[in-house]
Nanobody, 129 residues
């Protein structure tokens, strides 16, 4: 499985971006997806996650009400819509998905990096004040 994250860029505070995470070579369709971010000098942190059924989502408190994670199954793509961006949202954003042997319920949202098997390369989000 290869994950391609895209959609990052430079945006002014208050603006919006939509990140995409497109998978290739995936032969299973039950997978949870998460978005993480890492700012310089900081640890990687959970941002948002979605269960394999798409019925459950979780968000970090810092992004609740501003970010939305979603999935387009026919396109094999997950999205992170980011609105009302703040300078503190600036980071490299990574998408990740669980593997074919992950024993997760249809409503399970994974929030720890170790729970994910496949990772994208990261996309840079810069927010100017």
């Amino acid at each position: 499985v290869q994950l391609q994250a895209s959609g990052g860029g430079l945006v002014q505070a208050g603006g919006s971006l939509r990140l995409s995470c497109t998978a290739s070579r995936r032969t299973f369709n039950r997978y949870a997806t998460g978005w993480f971010r890492q700012a310089p000098g900081k640890e990687r942190e959970f941002v948002a996650g979605i269960s394999w059924s798409g019925s459950s989502t979780e968000y970090a408190d810092s992004v609740k009400g501003r970010f939305t994670i979603s999935r387009d199954n026919p396109k094999n793509t997950d999205y992170l819509q980011m609105n009302s961006l703040k300078p503190e949202d600036a980071a490299v954003y990574y998408c990740a998905t669980s593997g074919p042997n992950s024993k997760i319920l249809s409503t399970t949202v994974l929030i720890f990096p170790d729970e994910y098997v496949y990772w994208g390369q990261g996309t840079l989000v810069t927010v100017s004040s």
